[in-house]
């Protein structure tokens, strides 16, 4: 990585915060015990309204990025654009539904009773479906990636979530078995998709329009970051202090839940790269492409595996973890892809 390539400070320790909101999540669930079940009772059609204000304040100004006009372009080099989409919506949900089936019920069987398993494998599903949005740009800058490339990568990419994400989800927890409300998938993905989206897209035009695209860069969107990356850390935080008592009781539980979640990154990653270089695509492209289909909307993933299975489901430890394994994980294959440059 070269020097005028630095990761931002918060993303760079990413793993670390998250660590420390375990610890502090776990703590606060220890002494406050069932003084704060209250809420996880604050809800409206199956969405906590707490976790709910918390992920639009993640998720707004990610959206905030997405300019749909960029998409008109996309014509030009189609391909980099279509190995992204074959991985990510014809690839890449269906192998993490594989992996966790073969860990959580073939390898960890000893460890996990089979419904415990069922919600595993459906917080590794939601995960699994749900392609990176506002960190590849991370990934994308640290690479030398085409940065407006990435941009209509990740515009279509948050276009077919709108369309994709629920039925995708729906077959793959149905073939596992398990059973979901759909209308609390929908309201998930209106709540935590369509709406920041719409909201984002309507601010970016309005304030461009008004105070300038450097303005609105180097000012409006400084300013909400760490907004966004206080909503992170607390959400961390609640949903640690209700599954505390889990993970005492079954310390080991947060590694056997990352393994999978390893593997299924680096085995997408790799498959996009490859892919990648078939296609004769340039180094610029190819790297954001694949770092794309190996990183994960979590704060999606997150938000609804809160509102299928709830606060201390199983399911949403999985995606916690997946923000715990992302950014390590990740920057390993951003050596790859700078040692790999061609």
Known sequence: MSDS??????????????????????????FAGDSISFLSSMEVYSVN???????????????????????????KRPKGLLLTLVVNWLIKPFTMAFFAWIFFTKLYGAFINPELAGEYIAGAIILGAAPCTAMVFVWSYLTNGDANYTLVQVSVNDLIILVAFIPIVGLLLGITDVTIPYETLVASVVIFVVVPLVAGYATNRLLIKSKGEEWFKNQFLARLKPVSIIALLTTLVLLFAFQGQTIIDRPLIILLVAVPLVIQT?????IAWYGGR???????ICSPAAMIGASNFFELAVAVSISLFGLQSPAAMVTVVGVLVEVPVMLSLVW???RNRY
């Open 336 to 338: 790859f892809a700078n």
């Open 49 to 75: 309204i707490p976790v709910a204000v918390l992920i639009w304040a993640m998720i707004y100004p990610m959206m905030l990025q997405v300019d749909f006009s960029s998409i008109k372009s996309v014509g």
């Open 5 to 30: 390539k630095k990761i931002g400070f918060f993303e760079k320790y990413l793993t670390l915060w998250v660590a420390l909101c375990i610890v502090a999540g776990i703590a606060i669930g220890s």
């Open 278 to 284: 078939m296609l004769k695509l340039p180094h610029a």
């Open 266 to 270: 680096y085995f997408i990653f790799f």
